[in-house]
């Protein structure tokens, strides 16, 4: 609402930084649980973060910011603040 409009996006503009958001955030709790168990690196959160940076041309953020979905969110908001 700051930069006009009503501040209601549609989903489909939130769901990628809001599930990276949620991944990171999750890190340390889904170590815990597969403590015991064989784990490798989960490439669809890395097939994710290489789209993001590829949509916006930048590295994703490192922990503890990228456990904040408007860290993820912001460079979608300024791509699309024109169009508001």
């Known amino acids: 609402m700051r930069d006009g409009g ?7 503009q ?3 930084s809001a599930f990276l958001a949620s991944a ?3 890190l340390s709790l889904q170590d815990e649980i597969l403590a015991n168990a064989v784990v490798t690196e ?3 959160v890395a ?3 290489a789209k993001w940076s590829t949509l916006h ?3 994703p953020p490192d922990f503890p910011y990228s456990a904040k979905h408007s860290v993820w ?3 979608e908001s300024l791509q699309r603040r ?3």
């Open 6 to 12: 009503l501040g209601i996006r549609r989903a489909a």
């Open 14 to 16: 939130l769901a990628l």
């Open 24 to 26: 990171a955030g999750t």
């Open 42 to 44: 989960d490439t669809y």
């Open 47 to 49: 097939d994710l973060k």
């Open 57 to 59: 041309s930048m590295a």
């Open 73 to 75: 969110d912001k460079p």
């Open 82 to 84: 024109p169009f508001v």
